[in-house]
């Protein structure tokens, strides 16, 4: 072997290597990032929820051992779903969506539907109860980045037969979702579709489109609805003249995030989950962490969900098609977003919306959904990038070659 070949051989395993090893380390950042928000998730919701569990006789850690058993099915969800190969999920897109659809339908339509808060997005079977609104989430993801997809490649040129498509298929769950008054995760959805849009690569005009008419729709719905215009109007108004109504819960929150400091109280020394603090372990779980670990627990969770957003956008940019562009940055806008969106209400940055934080607050449904999402994440990551660098690779060794 001559030198020269030697060298062009060295190169090209060389590069080859390093490939795949970027490629091994996004796909590690995002389960590292994943499971070590779950397992935060697990500790601080055995501390926030002892009282509750303890008043409602099922002992201090009964309702933390039941989020840990979601936790340990959430984690199998995300590898059985990140052993799927992204094709597979094209395939069935629609199927997927179907029984979203189907589900929803059911909570909204027939009496298996359940309020909790004012909100009819609980489905009842037995003594089983799960939220279909997560699944559908997902679901409307995978069809829009079909539909996206199709768009794309053969572009049809005309307005409308971009908007119909869409529109379709993203305003039938938000639609069901809306109609059981649940506006909080109406927003996260809509947020999941313009992700779908943007990095999907669909023409500007389109989106616009779609924001517009989603700017609009939130408007009337929070005008439409006295509670929702007094939790906007409790933001900028005097806190102490309803602070036994809507102003309860945000203050509280926000104390006890302030009380915690810069290193914490300690874990399982939150004063605010003794009664004072409602949806301790669920919605204002981000307090909790405040209270019990300070400034210092919150910046970790926070950095968390960064390293989430990093990493599935490396994967955007390595993804072949634009059904894996527009799933992953649905579901970045979606997980990334929704955590987002839960802290700034805690920290009363925005009103009450009643969604959780995700892989960390209490509530099997949304933990499992989110899972099953890193798993389709996970999957287009390990399909993905190491196979296109690696042509680059090639490319680039028989370019040096000659």
Same mark, same amino acid.
């Given at each position: 072997?001559?030198?020269?070949n ?16 970027? &490629? ?6 995002l389960?590292a +990032? ?33 989020? &840990?058993?979601?936790?340990l ?6 590898l059985?779903?990140?052993a *799927?190969k ?11 969506? !179907?029984? !979203? ?46 539909? *996206?997809?199709?768009?794309?490649v ?8 971009e ?7 993203a ?31 669909i ?14 729709a &939130? ?15 409790s ?49 204002? *779980?981000?307090? *909790? ?6 400034l ?7 950095? &968390? ?6 990493a ?5 940019t ?10 992953v ?7 990334? !977003? ?14 009450v ?10 509530? !099997?449904? +949304? ?36």
């Open positions: 072997m001559s030198k020269t030697a060298t062009v051989k060295a190169l090209r395993e060389g590069l080859r290597l390093r490939a795949i090893r970027e &490629a091994d380390a996004v796909t590690v950042w389960f +990032a994943t499971l070590g928000l779950i397992g935060l998730g697990v500790l601080m919701v055995m501390s926030a929820s002892s009282v509750n569990s303890y008043l409602a006789e099922r002992g201090p850690w009964g309702e933390g051992f039941r989020h &840990a058993g979601y936790a099915v959430a984690i199998v969800a995300m059985f779903a990140g *799927i992204p094709h597979w999920y094209m395939r069935f897109a629609l199927i997927v969506f !179907g029984g !979203g659809v189907l589900l929803q339908s059911a909570v909204v339509f027939t009496g298996l539907g359940v309020a909790d808060g004012g909100n009819r997005n609980w489905l009842r079977i037995g003594s089983l109860q799960v939220q279909p609104s997560e699944f559908l989430k997902l679901g409307a993801i995978l069809i829009l980045g079909v539909v *996206i997809q199709r768009l794309v053969a572009p049809r040129g005309k307005l409308l037969q908007i119909i498509p869409l529109g379709l298929f305003g039938i769950p938000l639609g069901l979702i809306v109609w059981g008054k649940d506006l909080g995760t109406a927003m996260v959805l809509g947020l999941a579709v313009l992700g779908c849009l943007l990095f999907g690569e023409k500007f005009r389109t989106i616009a489109v779609f924001a517009v008419t989603g700017i609009f &939130a408007f009337l719905f929070v005008i439409s609805s006295e509670n929702r215009r007094n939790r906007i109007a933001l900028w108004g005097d806190s102490k003249t309803d602070y036994s109504g809507l102003d309860w819960q945000p203050l509280h929150g926000v104390w006890a995030l302030s009380s915690g400091g810069v290193f914490g109280n300690g874990l399982g020394s939150s004063k605010a989950k003794w009664s004072w603090l409602p949806a301790a372990e669920d919605d204002y *779980i981000f307090a *909790i962490i405040g209270e019990e670990l300070g210092f627990g919150c910046l970790a969770v926070i950095v &968390a969900y960064i390293v989430l957003a990093w599935m956008l490396r994967v955007i390595r993804a072949k098609n634009y059904f894996q562009k527009a799933v940055g649905g579901i970045m806008m979606w997980i990334v !977003g929704q955590a987002f969106i839960n802290i700034a209400v805690v920290l009363r940055l925005l009103p919306l009643g969604v959780p934080l995700p892989f960390v607050s209490a509530g !099997g449904t +949304a933990l499992v959904a989110c899972c099953m999402a890193m798993g389709v994440v996970i999957t287009i990551a390990r399909d993905t990038a190491p196979r296109q660098e690696q042509t680059e690779t090639h490319q680039d060794a028989s370019q040096f070659s000659a």
